[in-house]
């Protein structure tokens, strides 16, 4: 997936090889150098520096805590490097008419708005379903609390209890 977006930008790129005169370049061993390929297939998921600190540290809960806080700031970051590229793509949608800052703000609160208009329609959506599911159940067992349990096991006293364990003891007898 990865190859296939580093593919993808080294083709939009203007400066890239597989640009000739313009025209994208269908084969797309053109457009991935040995360098980016060789990046990211050796790139690891820890540095080793961390694995050095993890080796040297006891045996505990830190290294899990580590890594899952390395990873939901790893993707906090790669959330803004989506948003800063689209941004930048969104810019240069803008015609050049209209200034950069100016362009870059307005895509910018774009995004942001249809973000939260996405979320504001997937919280309304999940709180409907929960308040659905809600009502449905609170109903059910509005109809159905006359109805005691079914079987052997509907007496509520303690005494009627004691009184049916000793006849099944004695019936074992």
Same mark, same amino acid.
């Given at each position: =997936? #990865?190859?296939?977006?580093? =593919?993808?930008?080294?083709? &939009?790129?203007?400066? *890239?090889?597989?640009?000739? %005169?313009?025209?994208?370049?269908?084969?797309?061993?053109?457009?991935?150098?040995? =360098?980016? !390929?060789?990046?990211?297939?050796?790139?690891?998921?820890?540095?080793?520096?961390?694995?050095?600190?993890?080796?040297?540290? %006891? +045996?505990? #809960?830190?290294?899990? +805590?580590?890594?899952?806080?390395? %990873?939901? !700031?790893?993707?906090?970051?790669? +959330?803004?490097? /989506?948003?800063?590229?689209?941004?930048? @793509?969104?810019?240069?949608? +803008?015609?050049? #008419? $209209?200034?950069?800052? $100016?362009?870059?703000? *307005?895509?910018?609160?774009?995004? /942001?708005?249809?973000?939260?208009?996405? &979320?504001?329609?997937? !919280?309304?959506?999940?709180?409907?379903? !929960?308040?659905? =599911?809600?009502?449905?159940?609170?109903?059910?067992?509005? &109809?159905n609390k006359d109805e005691g349990p079914k079987g052997g096991g509907g007496s509520t006293s303690v005494?009627?209890? &004691?009184?049916? @364990?000793?006849? $099944?003891m004695e019936k074992y007898k």
């Amino acid at each position: =997936m #990865a190859s296939t977006c580093i =593919m993808f930008l080294n083709a &939009l790129s203007p400066s *890239s090889r597989c640009c000739r %005169n313009g025209a994208f370049s269908p084969d797309p061993s053109q457009c991935l150098s040995s =360098m980016s !390929l060789s990046k990211f297939k050796n790139q690891n998921l820890c540095s080793p520096l961390q694995i050095k600190r993890f080796k040297n540290r %006891n +045996v505990g #809960a830190s290294p899990v +805590v580590f890594a899952a806080q390395s %990873n939901f !700031l790893r993707a906090i970051q790669t +959330v803004l490097k /989506v948003g800063k590229d689209g941004i930048e @793509a969104g810019t240069n949608l +803008v015609p050049d #008419a $209209i200034p950069r800052p $100016i362009a870059r703000i *307005s895509v910018t609160i774009a995004a /942001v708005m249809a973000s939260l208009f996405l &979320l504001k329609s997937f !919280l309304s959506t999940a709180f409907f379903a !929960l308040a659905v =599911m809600g009502l449905s159940y609170f109903t059910f067992i509005a &109809l159905n609390k006359d109805e005691g349990p079914k079987g052997g096991g509907g007496s509520t006293s303690v005494e009627d209890s &004691l009184e049916e @364990a000793r006849r $099944i003891m004695e019936k074992y007898k």
